[in-house]
């Protein structure tokens, strides 16, 4: 092969590259000054029911945060001051240091020590159900987060085959059949698959999130309970 063979192929592919980077830039000038807002929308019909779902999944993690935050708020010094309290025969004022904070160990705590007297398998189941009452309020809500982490992936994934079935419909009624029509449309269409996972993956975090907080706080619970009761059957079991 010619030395001027080698220089006009090397031209060539100089002059290909060239055209591919100036391309590539007019793409990324074009793809940059389009705004998200508008890039998410060409993911198709099912882009709406996932955005709905985005903004309820994060009311109620905002929602339940604040909620769960003010139930589960442990004053350090109430075991404490209940404990004391009761060693000193001072029902009454253990029950004042209960309400001192509108807490869920504040209640459960109430709840045994108002039925001081009766039977101690009575006053501990009390405090179990009152327990199982207040556990029941911070979980009011999480299923929905649950809910929506099974069903965004779904939507998204029906809006990608819902446009996959058009492009080829499409390809079939006007036999155009070239990469562009079909990397261009398939790369749409996938973007409600995207976003539908995006809004799984956050709804699934939080529920698990808040169940181990949840849970976190009905071991100290049982453990408080158990203090309690072991302070009130004292007296019963020395008489």
Known sequence: MSLNAILLQTETVADTLANAAAAATTDVSVTENVSYLEFLMKGGIMIIPIII????????????????????KQDVLLLHDVKAQLKAGKIDNALMVCNRQNTA??????????????????????MEKTANVEISQMEKGLGHLGLISGIAPILGFIG???????????????????????????????????????????AYAAYHLYNMWID?????????????????HEPQHGN
């Open 53 to 72: 779902l985005l903004f309820y999944c994060i009311f109620v993690i905002v929602e339940r945060y604040l909620s769960i935050k003010k139930a589960t």
């Open 105 to 126: 160990s504040g209640n459960i705590l109430r709840s045994g020590i108002a039925i001081i007297g009766r039977p101690i398998s009575e006053i501990e189941s009390v």
């Open 160 to 202: 990608t085959i819902s446009g996959v079935i058009k492009i080829f419909h499409t390809i079939s009624n006007t036999g155009n059949l070239n990469i562009q029509t079909i990397s261009g449309g398939l790369y749409e269409k996938m973007i409600s698959s995207g976003a539908g996972l995006v809004v799984g993956v956050v």
């Open 216 to 232: 976190s706080f009905a071991l100290k619970v049982e453990k408080q309970t158990l203090e309690i009761i072991n302070i009130i």
